[in-house]
């Protein structure tokens, strides 16, 4: 080309990318939506030759304000999530130097013009002579495949940005392409690790019964992630038995088949010794103490019971059974704590409720899944403390000396008040009364949008 600056134009088509994202891996839909200046900045070498970045003189977002991804409901067909509104992101892709078009839906389907409005803008400025020598467009819509053909024909190069699946025709009628799996590693958050890496095995891994070799840097290969569990992260399926906490009675289930997302995991596993407070951190989560997590698992559970399958009321009727109860919670850290439950087996389309134990164990398995998706593993005696934290039943036995004093100062007031064993019981509220009796009528349901569905994708 010439340049090292390549002129190029922008065009997302929102609804299609979030929603392809959202389908995908949540955490990567929300990254997309709040951080486009992040992505951005990968995407400007992305494809280009050493040495060559693009320079968006133009970028534009089209998105429907009132629009909302679409969730599978139980019996089959999808219903609009009700916990997001795409109107809240405008300002985020604001702030990223965006000119964002609003394009209203135009029918009940929620079915926008943003399609048409992509084709006629980029047309024009193709037959206006822009500078412009590349037109980037972010969507999977293969409509586009006869644009893509006239900007060929203009002598135009062309990138196609897609979430999801797309029509061979319409990536071969781009000059570059990038697919489901490559864009998700583009707009995935770059995590900073300031983790040691494993270069020789901690010391008391032996005793913990986790083999040194199930830690070495090719230790975690996404190949490695085996449908039985997590072996290939000293894991194993019945319940973390080689990292020695069989008898701690975690019972942490096996992982599913694509439950850690596309990436996998990294290619270099960093074993994590943290105190619960810093493992709860790097999941997103509040740290807590004792009470408010098992406050949280009996109205999560009671809550599920009433409301499930609509994660929007699940989440507002826990928040506002804790606020009850005086843990003041916000209704997107609920969400996120419902989120890791999910990642570590509670299902919001059983027939049958979960017990508040259930929760607390789907919660602790979620964070460990979550660190493994990340690309480190928490070691035993972090997982043993995080469950006694957060009250999972069986994690009750003596920590050693070293383990305690090391983390006394990480760990909340009300878990190291004194120096005997935290001994853990769900917690019941007296008397139990159900957030709604048989045939009440469920909450209304909310208008949208509402102040904090931005932050619960």
């Not at 900007?151 to 797309?166: E, I, N, T, W, Y």
Request: proline fraction near 8%; charged fraction near 20%; include cysteine.
């Amino acid at each position: 080309m010439g340049s090292d600056r390549v002129k190029s134009a922008l065009f997302v088509d929102f609804d299609n990318i979030f929603q392809g994202l959202f389908d995908d891996d949540r955490d990567v839909a929300r990254a997309f939506a709040r951080k486009p200046d992040a992505w951005l900045e990968r995407l400007a070498t992305a494809g280009m030759e050493s040495g060559v970045s693009r320079q968006f003189l133009i970028r534009r977002c089209y998105l429907n304000p009132q629009g909302a991804p679409s969730v599978a409901r139980e019996g089959g067909g999808k219903a609009r999530d009700p916990m997001i509104t795409y109107g809240t992101f405008r300002g985020a892709f604001t702030r990223a130097g965006f000119e964002v078009i609003d394009c209203p839906s135009l029918t009940n389907s929620q079915k926008n013009a943003a399609d048409i409005r992509i084709a006629l803008d980029v047309l024009e400025l193709a037959l206006l002579g822009t500078p412009c020598e590349e037109f980037v467009l972010a969507s999977g819509d293969s409509d586009f495949t006869p644009l893509l053909h006239r900007l060929s024909a203009r002598d135009k190069r062309s990138l196609l940005v897609a979430s999801g699946p797309v029509a061979a025709a319409c990536k071969a009628a781009a000059t570059q392409y990038l697919d489901g799996a490559a864009t998700v590693e583009l707009i995935r958050p770059v995590r900073r690790a300031t983790d040691r890496r494993v270069a020789a095995p901690p010391a008391g891994l032996e005793s913990a019964g986790l083999e040194p070799a199930a830690l070495e840097p090719a230790g975690l290969e996404p190949a490695a992630l085996e449908p039985a569990g997590l072996e290939s992260a000293g894991l194993e399926s019945a319940g973390l038995e080689s990292a020695g906490l069989e008898s701690a009675g975690l019972g942490l289930a096996a992982t599913e088949p694509g439950e850690l997302g596309s990436g996998g995991a990294a290619s270099e596993a960093a074993v994590v010794d943290d105190p619960p407070a810093d493992a709860l951190r790097r999941a997103g989560l509040p740290v807590g103490d004792a009470m408010s997590w098992q406050a949280l698992s009996v109205t999560m559970a009671e809550s599920i019971g009433v409301a499930a399958p609509f994660v929007g009321l699940v989440t507002r009727t826990c928040r506002d059974a804790l606020h009850a109860g005086g843990v003041d919670w916000s209704r997107h850290v609920v969400n996120d704590i419902l989120q890791v439950c999910r990642r570590g087996g509670i299902s919001l389309h059983e027939p049958v409720a979960p017990s508040p134990e259930s929760v607390l164990q789907a919660l602790l398995q979620g964070v460990v899944v979550d660190g493994v998706h990340k690309g480190f593993v928490l070691s035993p005696t972090t997982v043993l403390e995080l469950g006694r934290h957060l009250g999972v039943v069986g994690t009750n036995a003596p920590a050693s000396d070293d383990s305690v004093d090391s983390r006394a100062e990480s760990v909340p007031a009300a878990t190291t008040a004194t120096p005997a064993p935290l001994q853990v019981a769900v917690y019941h509220p007296a008397p139990s009364t159900p957030l709604l009796a048989p045939g009440d009528a469920l909450p209304p349901p909310l208008p949208p949008p509402f102040v904090d569905s931005m932050a619960a994708c």
